[in-house]
């Protein structure tokens, strides 16, 4: 079982990247796929969840669901996280998840049974 993560990089705030998430190793269409991100010093919070038909969807708040987007690719079986107008509070390790439930908060971290290495994005100002 592996969730390969990539997409991180250096990017000035206002700026764009995408994340993906490629799952392999097992048939993960009864699992919800999550973004978790973990600053340095800080605790790993939730970013954003999906389910593969796309029909459920969660984020962390009203700041990130204004400017992140997840989707989900079934025949690839990668997830993504498009993230537009960065802002260096968003510099943090983005880990890919996949849970048996929809995540949608910080708490949910304890209930995810896969993790992918996880991808540095770095804003600067």
């Given at each position: 079982?592996?969730?390969?993560?990539?997409?991180?990089?250096?990017?000035?705030?206002?700026?764009?990247?995408?994340?993906?998430?490629?799952?392999s190793?097992?048939t993960f269409?009864?699992?919800?796929?999550?973004?978790?991100?973990?600053?340095?010093?800080?605790?790993r919070?939730?970013?954003?969840?999906?389910?593969?038909?796309?029909?459920?969807?969660?984020?962390?708040?009203?700041?990130?669901?204004?400017?992140?987007?997840?989707?989900a690719?079934?025949?690839?079986n990668t997830?993504?996280?498009?993230?537009?107008?960065?802002?260096p509070?968003?510099?943090?390790?983005?880990?890919?998840?996949?849970?048996?439930?929809l995540?949608?908060?910080?708490?949910?971290?304890?209930?995810?049974?896969?993790?992918?290495?996880?991808?540095?994005?770095?804003?600067?100002?």
């Amino acid at each position: 079982v592996q969730l390969q993560a990539s997409g991180g990089g250096l990017v000035q705030a206002g700026g764009s990247l995408r994340l993906s998430c490629a799952a392999s190793g097992r048939t993960f269409s009864n699992y919800y796929m999550a973004w978790f991100r973990q600053a340095t010093r800080k605790e790993r919070e939730f970013v954003a969840s999906i389910n593969w038909s796309g029909s459920g969807r969660a984020y962390s708040d009203d700041s990130m669901k204004g400017r992140f987007t997840i989707s989900a690719n079934n025949a690839k079986n990668t997830v993504y996280l498009q993230m537009d107008n960065l802002k260096p509070e968003d510099t943090a390790v983005y880990y890919c998840a996949a849970s048996q439930f929809l995540p949608y908060s910080d708490s949910d971290v304890g209930g995810i049974e896969y993790w992918g290495k996880g991808t540095l994005v770095t804003v600067s100002s």
